[in-house]
């Protein structure tokens, strides 16, 4: 069965400083990964998704078919990068739910 | 619009009481979703609208949720006899088609004592 896997339930860095959030995933067929994102107080929203393979807000992520992985990177830490991350993955096809990992907490101080 | 609305934003009832929760989509999206989010946990898919497509139903927890979709505008989502496990927070999304980014509403949160 699908599955999208968050290891960290909560990361804290210093600003300025690397970060990578983890996500796996299990699925047997070509998937798309994404990543949403909730700010304090926000809705739930995009933040990028594998096949646009672009960086929005320094951010980026990788699908690594290999390793099953869609880590999402940024190398300068912010404090507005504070929120809520969710790996998300779509089966494509003609299957529509997309399925989400439990979400890891940034925490980026000062 | 204004984006996708929810209501009401707040619910509290009591056990075995039913509970009607509303999804107003953007105008034009085709896809709507349901997910159910429980205190300290991820978004559990619950079930999804695909324009005059049959629903797929396949996350809803048991025969007492049940959902509802008038053509490509509002949801209902109804949860009879409420429990308390039945407690968390209620997303509706929805978009352009299957494959478009996905819109979230605020939520509905519900509490059942």
């Known amino acids: 069965a699908q599955r999208v896997t968050q290891p960290e339930k909560l990361l804290s860095v210093f600003k300025g400083a690397p970060v990578e959030l983890k996500c796996n995933y299990s699925y047997s067929g070509s998937p798309e990964l994404f990543w949403y994102v909730q700010y304090s107080r926000q809705r739930l929203q995009l933040l990028l998704r594998?096949?646009s393979r672009e960086s929005i807000k320094g951010f980026t992520a990788d699908l690594n078919k290999g390793e099953t992985s869609f880590h999402l990177k940024k190398p300068f830490a912010q404090e507005e990068d504070s929120a809520m991350y969710y790996c998300a993955l779509s089966e494509g096809g003609s299957q529509g739910n997309l399925i989400f990992g439990k979400g890891t907490k940034l925490s980026v101080k000062p | 619009g204004a984006g996708v609305s929810q209501s009401p934003s707040n619910k509290v009832t009591e056990k075995g009481k039913d509970v009607e929760l509303r999804c107003d989509p953007i105008s034009g999206h085709t896809a709507l979703y349901w997910y159910r989010q429980r205190l300290g946990q991820g978004l559990e898919f619950l079930i999804y609208f695909q324009g005059n497509s049959a629903p797929d139903k396949s996350g809803l927890p048991s025969d007492r949720f049940s959902a509802e979709r008038t053509g490509e505008s509002v949801s209902t989502l109804t949860i009879q006899r409420t429990q308390q496990e039945d407690s968390a927070v209620y997303l509706c999304?929805?978009?352009?088609?299957?494959?478009?980014?996905?819109?979230f509403g605020s939520g509905t949160q519900l509490s059942v004592l």
């Open positions: 999304a929805s978009s352009l088609s299957r494959d478009e980014k996905l819109f």
């Open positions: 594998h096949i």
